[in-house]
Every structure is written in structure tokens, then in C-alpha cells.
């Protein structure tokens, strides 16, 4: 069950009596239990209204705690409850209303978690989560807030693929998610081919760093191979943000 929060989206902002932060300082405040939230993410959840910072007179925005709280809640509620942002919104207006908020139970059979259910893509049940856990279609669909046709857009731009003996893995998952986002702000697929092949570019070169590793017979050199290479992909997608912020010359408020 979810607590009654301090108030809503405005409410929150306007009552927190704690300092007020700037965006930069709310992503490294989320990071270390998000480490894939982004500023962009963060002003898209803003556009859509789930939370609404303070301006200072020259425009900057300005988070309380609340708006920390808030933001953590519903970035929690996408990832371990595979909630899109109009169900997260009703379920925060219902909070602000007072009202009591029961969130399901992940749905079980014996000691393990359904492979198809959201707590098994999104969370963990007292173990490590699984990597094998796949959704269908449908799921990928109700995830992204998309169609049938603008998957298959997105699968034909080679954005998004099914995983070897079918569905989608958690990774593509939040590739779908995100794409989506980025569609609000009018990118198209045929924007995002680009992107996809950089990516690829920079897996190649993480393979080839690690790959030496990764083929020893050791158990713990291959084990220290893997979490190389995820330190290594984390300070890829880290370098790939930072060089656009600086392209563009934004700044982080």
C-alpha cells in the first residue's frame, strides 16, 4: 500500500520547508537508486505534470524534498510495478485526495516470481533479478503507451527486436519506453537510427575490452568480466549524456 504523500504535484513544491535544489542535484540525489534517469526524463515528467518544481524570477527550476519524494515514487511505481504515467498520475491524484492506494502484489507461484509478470522484469523478491525474464508483446505495448503499429515502426528501423525464442527483455523494455518519450517531442524512428548505431558501436568496443576476460577459465575473472563490463556501459551512457549537454550548451538547472 502506498502512504499518503505531503501533498500533490503543487502542493508538495509549495509546503516542503527544506532548501530547494536544482535539477543537477535532483538527478544525483535519484541516481543511485535510478542510475538511467536523465535530466530530459526528469523535465518530461514535469511537461506531463507529475511534478511541478518552483521557478526562480530568471526561470531556473527549484525542487523541494517533496518534489524528490515524488519523483522517487514514480519512478519507483515504472519500475517495479510496470506502471505507465496515466495510471501513476490517477494513483497520485488518489493520494492527494487522501485516498488509500493498494499497488498488486507481485504475482507469485510457489518461491518464484512469474517470468511474465512486471516484478520479475522490474523487481526483486528478496533475490537478484532475473535476466531471463521476458514480456510479450502486449506487455511491451501497455509499457510504452504505444500500439501495434509504432512497435512494428520501431522493429522495422531495427530500434527494437525480440529477444532469441521470443519477447522482450527488460533492456528493450526501457529502449521502448524511452523512444516513446522521445516521440512526444516529435523524433521519429528514422531520427533515432543514429542513435542505435552508435550504440552498437559502443557495445562492440566494450566486447572487445572485455572479451579477453571473459573467455578465461577462471569462474571469478569471468564473473569480474561482467561487472566490467556493466561499470563500463554505465560510463558509456554517463559520456554519451555529458557530450550532448555540452553540444548543446545546457545547462543543468
Given at each position: 500500500?502506498l502512504r499518503?504523500?505531503?501533498?500533490?504535484?503543487?502542493?508538495?513544491t509549495?509546503?516542503?520547508?527544506g532548501?530547494l535544489?536544482?535539477?543537477?542535484t535532483?538527478?544525483?540525489?535519484?541516481?543511485d537508486e535510478f542510475?538511467?534517469v536523465?535530466?530530459s526524463k526528469i523535465r518530461?515528467?514535469?511537461a506531463?505534470?507529475?511534478?511541478?518544481p518552483?521557478?526562480?524570477?530568471?526561470?531556473?527550476r527549484?525542487f523541494s524534498?517533496?518534489?524528490?519524494?515524488r519523483?522517487s515514487?514514480?519512478?519507483?511505481?515504472?519500475?517495479?510495478?510496470y506502471?505507465?504515467?496515466?495510471v501513476i498520475?490517477?494513483?497520485l491524484?488518489?493520494?492527494?485526495r487522501g485516498?488509500?492506494?493498494?499497488?498488486p502484489?507481485p504475482?507469485?507461484?510457489?518461491d518464484?516470481?512469474?517470468p511474465a509478470?512486471?516484478?520479475?522484469?522490474?523487481?526483486?523478491v528478496?533475490r537478484e533479478r532475473?535476466?531471463?525474464a521476458r514480456?510479450?508483446?502486449?506487455?511491451?505495448?501497455?509499457?510504452?503507451e504505444?500500439?501495434?503499429?509504432?512497435?512494428?515502426?520501431w522493429e522495422?528501423?531495427?530500434l527494437?527486436?525480440?529477444?532469441?525464442?521470443?519477447?522482450?527483455?527488460?533492456?528493450?523494455v526501457?529502449?521502448?519506453?524511452l523512444i516513446a518519450d522521445?516521440g512526444?517531442?516529435?523524433?521519429?524512428?528514422?531520427h533515432l537510427?543514429?542513435m542505435?548505431?552508435a550504440a552498437?558501436?559502443?557495445a562492440?568496443l566494450v566486447?572487445?575490452?572485455v572479451?579477453?576476460l571473459r573467455?578465461h577459465?577462471?569462474p571469478?575473472?569471468?564473473?569480474?568480466?561482467?561487472?566490467?563490463m556493466?561499470?563500463?556501459?554505465g560510463?558509456?551512457v554517463r559520456?554519451h549524456?555529458?557530450?550532448?549537454?555540452?553540444a548543446l550548451?545546457?545547462?543543468?538547472?
Amino acid at each position: 500500500m502506498l502512504r499518503t504523500p505531503t501533498g500533490g504535484a503543487g502542493n508538495g513544491t509549495a509546503a516542503s520547508a527544506g532548501r530547494l535544489v536544482s535539477i543537477g542535484t535532483v538527478l544525483t540525489m535519484l541516481r543511485d537508486e535510478f542510475p538511467d534517469v536523465t535530466i530530459s526524463k526528469i523535465r518530461f515528467l514535469e511537461a506531463e505534470g507529475l511534478v511541478e518544481p518552483r521557478r526562480t524570477p530568471s526561470g531556473y527550476r527549484k525542487f523541494s524534498t517533496d518534489d524528490v519524494d515524488r519523483l522517487s515514487r514514480i519512478l519507483r511505481l515504472q519500475r517495479d510495478h510496470y506502471m505507465p504515467l496515466k495510471v501513476i498520475r490517477e494513483q497520485l491524484d488518489a493520494l492527494a485526495r487522501g485516498e488509500q492506494v493498494r499497488i498488486p502484489s507481485p504475482t507469485m507461484h510457489g518461491d518464484s516470481v512469474d517470468p511474465a509478470s512486471p516484478a520479475a522484469v522490474y523487481g526483486e523478491v528478496g533475490r537478484e533479478r532475473s535476466t531471463a525474464a521476458r514480456v510479450g508483446r502486449a506487455e511491451l505495448i501497455s509499457a510504452a503507451e504505444v500500439d501495434e503499429v509504432q512497435l512494428g515502426e520501431w522493429e522495422s528501423y531495427g530500434l527494437i527486436a525480440e529477444a532469441p525464442g521470443g519477447g522482450f527483455d527488460a533492456e528493450t523494455v526501457t529502449v521502448a519506453r524511452l523512444i516513446a518519450d522521445l516521440g512526444r517531442f516529435g523524433l521519429e524512428p528514422r531520427h533515432l537510427r543514429a542513435m542505435k548505431a552508435a550504440a552498437d558501436r559502443e557495445a562492440g568496443l566494450v566486447e572487445q575490452l572485455v572479451a579477453p576476460l571473459r573467455r578465461h577459465r577462471n569462474p571469478q575473472t569471468r564473473a569480474h568480466a561482467e561487472a566490467t563490463m556493466r561499470e563500463l556501459a554505465g560510463l558509456s551512457v554517463r559520456l554519451h549524456e555529458a557530450l550532448v549537454q555540452t553540444a548543446l550548451g545546457v545547462r543543468l538547472n
